[in-house]
């Protein structure tokens, strides 16, 4: 059948058709559907893991135990995974085992733009890039093929465009390859140096028969059409060079992005005046031209930053460029900004009215570094608040234990902020970790964690006590609050900030956008009570304005959290004509 597919949910498809019996993955933009997807084909056994590096291991363990295999995460979230990839590289699996890693270009939901084809290189393992929904089916099912024929893990490389963007798949039926029975082979699957010695030279020579099957092998493709210019791409690069030229030049897609082919390159740029390539984000495949001798236009036109697109390719080619829509000017800016009824907010207003320095992490509770409450300072990588309050204190002396604290979520937890905490319990530093419990994963579209008490598909779960846990590491001073009491959170972080010990907060309130929340009433404003003060534009909230010099509320944002209420000393917060 012929459907309409986002380029995740092809992914999803290719598993289900390839026969994959397990994924294992951790959320994370733009990745995060085709684990969603993979969970509606009950054949699929399919979790949420605490972090990437789990996720791969587990998936490592299911094709050991001769089931394809599958784990999906974002490009920064390879980087967690890479200490288990490295080592698999050499081992090999038994059955088919991909990995998909989804780049980002532009930086539409991530803190670094990096390009895992560096990780591809390095790792020495394959990496496939589709080009639209019907490649990312169709090479989802063929890097399993690829998997088990050349004994690899396989790294299939998505990007926001193709993750997010929707064109035409053929489905086909599901086959569920015979199972390949575990054989115990200490040889290929003990990674002491001894054994890893041995298996390296098989790496290399993996590699090599790789970058044969790249000189001829349906991944990569010419489209022959003139000589005049000639274009090597991969990706959505390869759209763009679609729509910009049309049949007026050549292009090689590559579809195998590494290894990269050798003798297909090269004879391609024979056959053409110009070379070019068009590539994000760095000069891997240009590089690669480079080092076979050939004279090639890349990155000395192209940037080296950002998304490409059809105008900034016709631009820097000295081409008319193709506009498909004017943009319209004179729209006020839309900030990113918390949710209204957010529990962050009152947390994050408590730490900015006591002039705290904070260190934080990856969240939407990153928006705490946002006007007006400009309350975060740092923001680095997952888990790294942690760690970083404790060697911030000890540089210090001790002097910024009273006034420093780390803020990181509850998913965020779990993926890598208890080994932090463990060095703050370990090697004793009086740091203040703030666990924000929002009792779900928030920024990545409400994913459950090992905290939540639900598993991927909504079943009842094991549930980790954040208390206990904390309690259980060595600290002794563990409360919770609640933010909307804004009184009460003031009271903690004070306290927590003043004594000679480590010290856990965990503010915890449901997100206000989960569906089994329930809101209170929405408040309005009396403008006779109103002093115009904008006490209340303090918190940010986008709830609240100003209308003809008086705060007002809109009553289909607001949630009634009263958090407002307990700035404004006026008492013009009421809800149905009652003061709250």
Not at 15 to 43: I, M, N, Q, R
Not at 136 to 155: N, R
Not at 358 to 378: F, H, K, N, R
Not at 514 to 532: A, F, G, I, M
Request: charged share 20%.
């Amino acid at each position: 059948m012929k459907e309409i597919m986002l380029g995740n949910k092809a992914v999803a498809r290719g598993l289900y058709e390839a026969g994959v019996c397990v994924a294992s993955s951790y959320p994370g933009t733009p990745s995060t559907e085709t684990t969603e997807e993979a969970a509606k084909y009950d054949e699929i056994y399919c979790e949420w893991a605490p972090n990437e590096k789990v996720a791969l291991e587990v998936a490592f363990g299911a094709c050991l135990a001769g089931k394809r295999s599958y784990c999906a995460m974002k490009h920064v979230g390879l980087n967690v995974a890479a200490d288990p990839l490295y080592t698999i590289a050499y081992t090999g699996v038994n059955a088919g085992m991909v990995i998909c890693v989804a780049d980002d270009p532009g930086m539409h939901s991530s803190q670094n733009e990096q390009d895992s084809r560096h990780h591809a290189i390095a790792s020495k393992v394959p990496m496939l890039e589709p080009a639209d929904s019907a490649e990312a089916l169709a090479f989802t099912k063929m890097a399993y093929e690829l998997s088990e024929k050349y004994d690899t893990p396989v790294l299939l490389r998505m990007c926001t465009r193709i993750a997010h963007s929707q064109s035409i798949v053929d489905t086909g039926e599901r086959v569920v390859p015979a199972d390949r029975p575990y054989e115990k082979n200490i040889a290929k699957y003990v990674m002491m140096p001894g054994n890893a010695k041995r298996r390296h030279p098989v790496v290399e020579d993996r590699t090599k028969s790789l970058i044969e099957l790249g000189n001829n092998c349906e991944f990569n493709r010419v489209e022959m059409f003139s000589d005049e210019i000639g274009i090597i791409t991969s990706g959505t690069c390869y759209q763009y060079a679609k729509e910009i030229f049309g049949e007026s030049a050549s292009i090689l897609k590559l579809g195998l992005v590494n290894p990269l082919p050798t003798t297909l390159i090269t004879d391609f740029a024979a056959k053409v005046k110009r070379l070019y390539v068009l590539e994000e984000l760095d000069p891997i495949i240009e590089n690669h031209c480079r080092a076979l001798g050939l004279t090639v236009s890349g990155k000395d036109i192209f940037p080296m930053v950002d998304e490409f697109s059809q105008g900034l390719i016709s631009a820097k080619m000295g081409m008319d460029a193709k506009v498909s829509c004017d943009a319209i000017e004179g729209l006020p800016v839309r900030p990113p900004v918390m949710c209204s009824g957010c529990p962050h907010r009152g947390l994050f207003f408590t730490l900015s009215k006591n002039k705290c320095t904070v260190l934080g992490d990856i969240g939407c509770y990153t928006l705490g570094a946002v006007a007006p409450l400009s309350a975060m300072e740092v923001t680095a990588c997952m888990g790294a608040s942690v760690s970083s309050i404790h060697g911030f204190n000890k540089a210090t002396g001790g002097e910024s234990e009273n006034h420093t604290v780390a803020v990181i979520g509850d998913s965020t937890f779990m993926h890598s902020g208890m080994t932090g905490l463990a060095n703050i319990a370990y090697n004793q530093t009086n740091s203040t970790v703030i666990i924000l419990d929002n009792s779900i994963t928030g920024m990545t579209g409400h994913q459950q964690n090992p905290t939540t008490g639900f598993n991927l598909r909504g079943d009842p779960a094991g549930k980790i006590d954040l208390e206990a846990l904390c309690r259980s590491m060595g600290f002794e001073h563990v409360r919770v609050v609640d933010p909307y009491n804004l009184g009460e959170t003031d009271r903690a972080v004070k306290e927590e900030l003043a004594i000679d010990a480590p010290s856990v907060i965990i503010s915890r309130r449901p997100c206000a956008l989960l569906k089994n929340v329930r809101h209170k009433t929405p408040l309005s404003v009396n403008r006779d009570k109103c002093r115009s003060c904008r006490a209340c534009m303090r918190l940010g909230c986008p709830s609240i304005s100003f209308k003809e010099s008086k705060a007002h509320v809109d009553n289909t944002l607001c949630v009634g959290c009263d958090v407002c209420t307990q700035l404004c000393k006026f008492g013009a917060f009421e809800r149905e004509g009652v003061t709250v």
